[in-house]
Nanobody
Framework: QVQLVESGGGLVQAGGSLRLSCTAS????????MGWFRQAPGKEREAVAA????????NYATAVKGRFTISRDNAKNTVYLQMNNLKPEGTAVYYC?????????????????WGQGTQVTVSS
């Protein structure tokens, strides 16, 4: 089992920045691929970004490419999502997830463990 706890969400104006963190406990964090997903009210959960277990490769949804950066620190069992130039459509609950696959998939089905989420609200 892997337990994931997200933090760093909040209210920000459009154009602003936030950095989300997700700290893992349980099994060896460095074995897992990690991803960030988000779910807006009334919408399906969608992928945002993913990072390989080594940290050497990343993958982004088209909507956030160039504005968001995913990174990880295996020594701290933590994955980050730096979000810049936030837009109102980015308002959602953001979830981190861990994948035994270890790669950079943006498919929800590849992820085995999920956090409880952190709310991000972007005002216009």
């Amino acid at each position: 089992q892997v337990q994931l706890v997200e933090s760093g969400g909040g209210l920000v104006q459009a154009g602003g920045s936030l950095r989300l963190s997700c700290t893992a406990s349980g099994r060896t964090f460095s074995n897992y691929g990690m991803g960030w997903f988000r779910q807006a009210p009334g919408k399906e959960r969608e992928a945002v970004a993913a990072v390989r277990w080594t940290g050497g490769s990343t993958n982004y949804a088209t909507a956030v490419k160039g504005r968001f950066t995913i990174s990880r620190d295996n020594a701290k069992n933590t994955v980050y999502l730096q979000m810049n130039n936030l837009k109102p459509e980015g308002t959602a609950v953001y979830y981190c997830a861990a994948s035994l696959y270890g790669g950079i998939s943006l498919s929800r089905e590849r992820y085995d463990y999920w956090g409880q989420g952190t709310q991000v609200t972007v005002s216009s």
